[in-house]
């Protein structure tokens, strides 16, 4: 089992930056696929960033090039740079897992627990 584990959340002004890390208390494959997801009141959770296995990364437009996701697998992480941020950033942020299915296990998807990122005017 893996464990999903955020953390660099907070209170942040517009145009600020943060950076988001998430650890993992297992290892981290190559062939697992991870991303950033959030989730603000009273909205459905969204995909922020993704980096698939296959090292390529893709970005809701609402994000594009403000932020950058990153993955260290010989860490167990995997980090999302958020650059000029905006009041509209403001939610909870999830690290996600897919791992895909093997010889000894079935395919199966991960959540950490959430970091509150704040955005003020």
């Known amino acids: 089992q893996v464990q999903l584990v955020e953390s660099g959340g907070g209170l942040v002004q517009a145009g600020g930056s943060l950076r988001l890390s998430c650890t993992a208390s297992?290892?981290?494959?190559?062939?697992?696929?991870m991303g950033w997801y959030r989730q603000a009141p009273g909205k459905q959770r969204e995909l922020v960033a993704a980096?698939?296995?296959?090292?390529?990364?893709n970005y809701a437009d609402s994000v594009k090039g403000r932020f950058t996701i990153s993955r260290d697998n010989a860490k167990n992480s995997v980090y999302l740079q958020m650059n000029s941020l905006k009041p509209e950033d403001t939610a909870v942020y999830f690290c996600?897992?897919?791992?895909?299915?093997?010889?000894?296990?079935?395919?199966?998807?991960?959540w950490g627990q959430g970091t509150q990122v704040t955005v003020s005017s």
């Open positions: 297992g290892r981290i494959f190559s062939t697992d696929d």
């Open positions: 980096i698939p296995r296959g090292g390529s990364t």
């Open positions: 996600n897992l897919q791992r895909p299915k093997s010889t000894s296990a079935a395919s199966y998807v991960y």
